[in-house]
């Protein structure tokens, strides 16, 4: 028989409540006078941090009678501008968890509380096969207009009620359940996760997480890539950020600057030059002062390592092994990228050894202009200096002789990478290199013959 993959819409496919948006694109569309029913407000916000609750699916219930009288025809023009609202909300590792099952051979089925005629454009964006939802019923008025009527044709399609309307779906479809996927968030659609052969909790809420513990069911969270952990929303990034500036701090001097021209939000590819082991505490901290969470590429040997492997992938990063050409961590950082992650990366690929680590002349790889090309997201450079002197290469851990008085370290963001052309990767690498070396200061700019104890501190320590 054939098989589906069930999704719930709110805090499963989408980070809130679709609520917000459609009353939004209804107040636009003259439908409504206020942007929200008394009272939802208050209960949206419970909702973010804690999931469904009895009064807001009351409330839910109510809307159909919100809706008496309006015209079919002028709803279905506010549920398509709806659509285009409710799009930033998306999870951003929704569309590629969408895409494996498509794969799969599943067929894929919205099924959500929220009215079936103001959520259907939505899904139909979202290349959905078919949408079981709460439907509205209908009057024609003596103009011949249609209306709504202010009930339900049908079942509410919530807890009970959603497997039920799933259930009947999958029989006139020839649909197996037990053959099925269900993902959701709330502890109410429990009765939907136990019908399928496969119950995925999404971003769960604290009764469903339980749940799924103690049944084995797999646990996700789509605005995070697979196998980062999260703990009442928290992820490892999120506690580093608070403190990397404590442990960093005493071991050098940080200035920063230009931190402003990462992008708050949305895909960004921020390069950096690489000097130092100290050099990852400088990136993280320059992407965090602007308030995001990077996913880095991490070499296999870090990731795999046995205290801090674990660590590096609780934190997101993408494996990259050289010795398969990359293409497998080009890959994941693409889809970061695509599910509006910022991938943070080294074009060089490692720290210079001897006289290279002195050309003032930066070489790089093309992964940055690759990702960029295949994307569109904006190249933001970093240029850092001085970290050699905190962690040289040298060394097995930071230099502590000479952090005193702390070397500063100077790290500088500038603004997007122009003029890539997207088909000569070597040339837009150069370009992105270029970049990078204009945030250096003038010293790094100028050839100069190092010393010898110069040159030893570029080499990794004799075993």
């Not at 649909?175 to 968030?185: I, K």
């Not at 940080?254 to 990136?283: C, E, K, M, Q």
Request: with cysteine.
């Amino acid at each position: 028989m054939a098989s589906a993959a069930v999704f719930d819409l709110d805090r499963t496919l989408l980070r809130t409540s679709s609520t917000p948006a459609i009353n939004a694109a209804l107040f636009e569309a003259g439908l409504t006078s206020r942007g929200s029913l008394p009272g939802q407000r208050l209960l949206l916000g419970w909702y973010d941090a804690f999931g469904e609750t009895l009064p807001s699916m009351a409330l839910a219930r109510a809307a159909a009678w919100a809706s008496r009288g309006w015209p079919v025809a002028q709803v279905a023009a506010a549920a398509r501008a709806a659509a285009e609202l409710l799009a930033p909300s998306v999870q951003p590792y929704a569309y590629e968890l969408l895409d494996r099952q498509r794969r799969s051979g599943h067929r894929l089925v919205l099924a959500t509380t929220t009215p079936d005629h103001l959520v259907r454009p939505f899904a139909e964006k979202l290349g959905f096969d078919e949408v079981v939802a709460t439907r509205y019923a209908t009057t024609t008025d003596p103009a011949g207009v249609e209306r709504y009527s202010g009930r339900l044709a049908g079942g509410f399609v919530w807890a009970a009620g959603k497997l039920v309307a799933v259930r009947r779906w999958a029989r006139s479809e020839g649909v197996s359940l037990t053959a099925s996927a269900a993902f959701s968030d709330s502890f109410y659609d429990l009765p939907l996760l136990c019908a399928v052969g496969h119950p995925t909790a999404v971003n769960p809420d604290i009764r469903l997480h339980a749940l799924a513990a103690a049944r084995r069911w797999p646990v996700l969270h789509l605005n995070s890539p697979a196998g980062v952990p999260k703990v009442f929303g928290a992820e490892p990034m999120d506690i580093l950020r608070l403190w990397a500036q404590q442990v960093a701090l005493p071991l050098a001097r940080l200035d920063l600057a230009g931190t402003g021209n990462i992008p708050r939000f949305g895909p960004a590819i921020v390069v950096a030059n690489h000097r130092s082991y100290f050099d990852p505490a400088v990136w993280l901290l320059a992407v965090f002062d602007a308030g995001r969470n990077p996913r880095t590429l991490g070499k296999k040997e870090v990731l795999d390592a046995p205290l801090i492997g674990p660590l590096v992938r609780a934190s997101g990063a993408i494996r990259v092994d050289r010795d398969g050409g990359g293409s497998a961590a080009l890959g994941a950082a693409e889809v970061a990228l695509r599910g509006g992650e910022l991938v943070l990366m080294a074009p060089q690929g490692t720290i210079p050894r001897g006289p290279d680590f002195f050309d003032p002349v930066l070489k790089g790889r093309t992964g940055a202009a690759r990702l960029a090309h295949a994307t569109g997201a904006p190249v933001i450079p970093m240029g850092v200096w001085g970290t050699e002197r905190v962690w040289p290469r040298s060394s097995r851990l930071p230099d502590v002789r000479r952090l005193l008085p702390r070397p500063t370290v100077r790290a500088r963001v500038g603004r997007p990478v122009t003029g890539l052309s997207g088909t000569d990767l070597v040339a837009d690498t150069a370009r992105i290199m270029q970049a990078i070396t204009e945030l250096l200061p003038p010293e790094a700019r100028s050839a100069r013959v190092p010393t010898a104890e110069e040159l030893q501190r570029t080499y990794p320590p004799r075993r």
